[in-house]
């Protein structure tokens, strides 16, 4: 249980370092290269879900952030009610982990940020779309720029590994143009992918099955 906590909690203030940074040093949209071409720090706002995800408005990201401390409870009753059984499991331990910790690291951000900055993406009930420009650096000063629930996740990794452009005589898919892998995320969304990755390739060994034990002669009649 030492374990599970500790990896989910080194996770989440790694994820919210780097969120907190990028928000009080970016401009919304600033660009940075790290490596040639293919690592870029891009400051972007995420209403809705991971990767840019969204859906439902103003009311499905409420939903969203809602639904999103339920699971986290959820989680962890899971991991607490199944940590006897899986004993000192790490291919259970580090992947529930994961998956908690990018939950935490995104529904802080949603639940928490439009009450700790002054600056931030919000909704406009005119457009019914969201204002993702706003002038200047935001400032951690509890000023506020939406109520509770209605804050903004913030994303900055953009790895646009390579452009492609298919030809036209490919059947399906041809005419098709674009850059491989555009979203920006940020380091819960890494997290829960990992986590979920590492669960689906190796389920077996995350959860093992409990060997059926040898009947006795008494148990064979």
């Given at each position: 249980?030492?374990?599970?906590?500790?990896?989910?909690?080194?996770?989440?203030?790694?994820?919210?370092?780097?969120?907190?940074?990028i928000?009080?040093?970016?401009?919304i949209g600033?660009?940075?290269?790290?490596?040639?071409?293919w690592?870029?720090?891009v400051?972007?706002?995420?209403?809705?879900?991971?990767?840019?995800?969204?859906?439902?408005g103003?009311?499905?990201?409420i939903?969203?952030?809602?639904f999103?401390?339920?699971?986290?409870?959820?989680?962890?009753?899971?991991?607490?009610?199944?940590?006897?059984a899986?004993?000192s499991n790490?291919?259970?331990?580090?992947?529930?982990?994961l998956?908690?910790?990018?939950?935490?690291?995104?529904?802080?951000?949603?639940?928490?940020?439009?009450l700790?900055?002054?600056?931030?993406?919000?909704?406009?009930?005119?457009?019914?779309?969201w204002?993702?420009?706003?002038?200047?650096?935001?400032q951690?000063?509890?000023t506020?720029?939406?109520?509770?629930?209605?804050?903004?996740?913030?994303d900055?990794?953009?790895?646009?590994l390579?452009?492609?452009?298919?030809?036209?005589s490919v059947?399906v898919?041809?005419?098709?143009?674009?850059?491989?892998?555009s979203?920006v995320f940020?380091?819960?969304?890494s997290?829960?992918?990992?986590g979920?990755?590492?669960?689906?390739l190796?389920?077996?060994?995350?959860?093992?099955?409990?060997?059926?034990?040898?009947k006795?002669?008494?148990?064979?009649?």
């Amino acid at each position: 249980m030492k374990k599970f906590l500790f990896i989910a909690l080194l996770v989440v203030v790694i994820d919210q370092v780097s969120k907190f940074y990028i928000k009080t040093n970016f401009h919304i949209g600033e660009s940075l290269m790290v490596f040639d071409d293919w690592f870029y720090l891009v400051f972007v706002e995420n209403p809705g879900m991971a990767y840019g995800m969204q859906w439902g408005g103003l009311a499905g990201k409420i939903g969203l952030a809602i639904f999103r401390w339920i699971l986290i409870v959820g989680i962890i009753y899971y991991v607490v009610t199944n940590t006897r059984a899986q004993k000192s499991n790490s291919w259970f331990i580090l992947p529930m982990s994961l998956i908690l910790a990018g939950a935490i690291g995104n529904v802080i951000d949603s639940t928490f940020y439009g009450l700790i900055f002054d600056t931030g993406t919000t909704w406009n009930e005119f457009t019914q779309d969201w204002n993702r420009y706003y002038p200047g650096i935001s400032q951690a000063d509890f000023t506020g720029y939406a109520p509770i629930f209605q804050g903004c996740v913030v994303d900055m990794l953009h790895f646009p590994l390579f452009d492609y452009n298919i030809p036209q005589s490919v059947p399906v898919i041809g005419g098709y143009s674009g850059t491989f892998f555009s979203p920006v995320f940020n380091i819960a969304d890494s997290a829960i992918s990992i986590g979920g990755a590492i669960i689906l390739l190796f389920r077996e060994k995350a959860f093992p099955s409990t060997p059926e034990e040898p009947k006795t002669t008494s148990q064979l009649g």
